[in-house]
């Protein structure tokens, strides 16, 4: 367990809060010789703040994520993190709690829910910036 954060820390690490956004489903699990692979399923709102080399924190655990595909993310747990958490203990079908980064949830709202849109960009935008 780290200690939480406080102010005037040196910041080196994921930033997570500690409240659940949403509950995700492992949808596969492979052993290997150094590190055990999570597949998970999240809820289809969560899926615009999770990007590859974030992080995010499931069950508590903040992780790297390694990849991200629609509404499916993978992380790799090395073996001390396995041995410190109960993320090992998981099988296929468990339910677990996730939050994601912070930065993308301010971002969205300094934008006054503008990052909603998938891609961002629209035609208004492109025209604005001379490309159109």
Do not use: W
Not at 6 to 25: P, S
């Amino acid at each position: 367990m780290e200690r939480a954060l406080k102010l005037g820390d040196r910041l080196g690490g994921h930033l997570v809060t500690g409240h659940v956004d949403g509950r995700g489903v492992l949808r596969e699990r492979r052993e290997g010789p150094a590190s055990l692979f999570l597949r998970f399923e999240m809820p289809a709102p969560l899926s615009r703040y999770v990007i590859e080399k974030g992080s995010i924190a499931i069950d508590g655990v903040s992780l790297t994520v390694n990849t991200c595909q629609g509404h499916n993310f993978t992380v790799n747990i090395i073996p001390h993190t396995a041995q410190m958490t109960t993320l090992a203990k998981l099988r296929v079908g468990d339910q677990v709690n996730l939050e994601t980064d912070i930065i993308g949830k301010y971002v969205e709202k300094l934008l006054g829910g503008r990052a909603a849109d998938a891609s961002g960009v629209t035609g208004e935008l492109l025209a604005r910036h001379g490309f159109l």
